[in-house]
């Protein structure tokens, strides 16, 4: 599998986080990658560096967001957007090197992308 930074993602991600209201993403702590060759069906995934890392190499939480090629370069622009709203939305609001599972009590993570998105579209006319 081949990895590359993914300045494109990160653009995106700029532009979701400045439209909508997730103050708690600290967007210089999020890094964006393409990876070619995985065998996963996804279109991205979110990963994180666990918590006990963390604390032993002092260092703070971050994210990475895998957007697959295959699958993801495929999309229209809308859908992307989509996907990484969706990663986005598995971060905690404290920011902590976590990840919100898609659902839990009261919680859909598909019904917030869908709402996000709305909101997102008409901000920038999508």
């Given at each position: ?59 703070e ?57 709305e909101e ?5 006319d999508?």
């Open positions: 599998m081949d990895w590359e930074e993914a300045k494109d993602v990160e653009q995106k991600i700029k532009l979701i986080l400045y439209h909508l209201d997730m103050p708690h993403v600290v967007q210089s702590r999020i890094f964006c990658y393409r990876t070619h060759g995985s065998k996963s069906r996804a279109y991205a995934r979110i990963w994180t560096f666990p918590k006990i890392f963390q604390q032993a190499l002092n260092i939480a971050s994210y990475v967001i895998e957007v697959l090629s295959k699958y993801y370069d495929k999309l229209n622009e809308k859908d992307q957007h989509k996907v990484l709203i969706h990663e986005l939305l598995h971060i905690p609001k404290n920011f902590s090197g976590a990840l919100l599972p898609h659902r839990s009590r009261g919680r859909h993570l598909g019904k917030q992308v869908n709402i996000l998105f997102f579209k008409k901000k920038i999508l």
